[in-house]
């Protein structure tokens, strides 16, 4: 069964740091870029950050480039977001995502049961 | 611009055909993918490129694709179809890792 299982989040103050972890199961972790995407109660999806199979290519949102650092190790099966200054608007349900490419197109195929932060003082 | 454009919400009767939009900039370099979320659940991909769909996605669910706009057509929606449908693609005006999602489409089936 594939699996993708998030975890570290909860409640931090703003300025304060919190890693996200993710271990993947069930399929081979390393043929797959990794994402993470984040959803605000009530609100649409927001993509967060993603690296590539061997981490050589790593891209950032605007919202949160200079104070999320994404990274992955293959050989544990896992995907870590390290997010540093953290404020209000960082409140979100953080998703683990696993994405492909093919024909055209790139697509977001497995996706964890996310992990949620909550940014409050 | 650098975003994608979905209409906020579009009601179905049972068993007719409803079809949600995306629009986008982005869209005349790569194809959509779609992804259905109902409440409480995270999302999932029911179609992406020209038509393809992961194993246990009805083919009711289609797309087409003309300039900057992305077509997701539900033919014979069910009431399981009752969900939040949202597009994405890679940004093309940016890092090839960075990928945009639509605000995503209510879609009620009456």
């Known amino acids: 069964e594939v699996q993708l299982v998030e975890s570290g989040g909860g409640s931090v103050q703003p300025g304060r740091s919190q890693r996200l972890s993710c271990v993947a199961s069930?399929?081979?972790?390393?043929?797959?870029?990794m994402h993470w995407v984040r959803q605000t109660p009530g609100t649409g999806l927001e993509w967060v950050s993603g690296l590539s199979w061997n981490s050589d290519s790593i891209a950032y949102a605007d919202s949160v480039k200079g104070r999320f650092t994404i990274s992955r190790d293959n050989a544990k099966n896992s995907l870590y977001l390290e997010m540093n200054s953290l404020r209000p608007e960082d409140t979100a349900l953080y998703y683990c995502?696993?994405?492909?490419?093919?024909?055209?197109?790139?697509?977001?195929?497995?996706w964890g049961q996310g992990t949620p932060v909550t940014v409050s003082s | 611009s650098s975003e994608l454009t979905q209409d906020p919400a579009v009601s179905v009767a049972l068993g007719q055909t409803v079809r949600i939009t995306c629009q986008g900039d982005?869209?005349?370099?790569?194809?959509a993918a779609w992804y259905q979320q109902k409440p409480g659940q995270a999302p999932v991909l029911v179609i992406h490129?020209?038509?393809n769909r992961p194993s246990g996605i009805p083919d009711r669910f289609s797309v087409s694709n003309s300039g900057n706009t992305a077509s997701l057509t539900i033919t014979g929606a069910q009431a399981e179809d009752e969900a939040d449908y949202y597009c994405?693609?890679?940004?093309?005006?940016?890092?090839?890792?960075?990928?945009?999602f639509g605000a995503g489409t209510k879609v009620t089936v009456l």
């Open positions: 995502v696993g994405s492909r490419c093919s024909g055209g197109t790139c697509y977001f195929e497995m």
């Open positions: 490129g020209k038509n």
């Open positions: 994405n693609s890679r940004d093309s005006r940016r890092n090839h890792l960075m990928f945009l």
């Open positions: 982005s869209l005349r370099s790569y194809y």
């Open positions: 069930g399929f081979i972790f390393d043929d797959y870029a």
